[in-house]
């Protein structure tokens, strides 16, 4: 069984930082893409960002130059790096990673459980 847990969400003044984190654990024989997305009210689930195996990145409009997008994968881990934050970066932040487990060996999308951001001052 694969999980994905994300840590580091919480409650910022605009303007401030805040670094996820995501660590997938389990039966994993290979991860390729890993990445993450964001759900505000009302709105649809949207890329933020992804990083391939090779560490090539790929960043929404809106959060280019303000968030970075990294992993280890040593140790089967994402992390976002958000400074300069916003108001309208408040969603709920999940994390994705594209990966193959031991069971089948077939590549599928495994999502986290979701971690809040909330920018308000």
């Known amino acids: 069984q694969v999980q994905l847990v994300e840590s580091g969400g919480g409650l910022v003044q605009p303007g401030g930082s805040l670094r996820l984190s995501c660590a997938a654990s389990?039966?994993?024989?290979?991860?390729?893409?890993m990445g993450w997305y964001r759900q505000a009210p009302g709105k649809q689930r949207e890329l933020v960002a992804t990083?391939?195996?090779?560490?090539?990145?790929n960043y929404a409009d809106s959060v280019k130059g303000r968030f970075t997008i990294a992993r280890d994968n040593a140790k089967n881990t994402v992390f976002l790096q958000m400074n300069s934050l916003k108001p309208e970066d408040t969603a709920v932040y999940y994390c994705?990673?594209?990966?193959?487990?031991?069971?089948?060996?077939?590549?599928?999308?495994?999502w986290g459980q979701g971690t809040q951001v909330i920018v308000s001052s």
């Open positions: 990083i391939s195996a090779g560490g090539s990145t």
């Open positions: 994705n990673a594209r990966l193959s487990a031991y069971s089948d060996y077939r590549f599928r999308d495994y």
């Open positions: 389990g039966s994993i024989f290979s991860i390729n893409a």
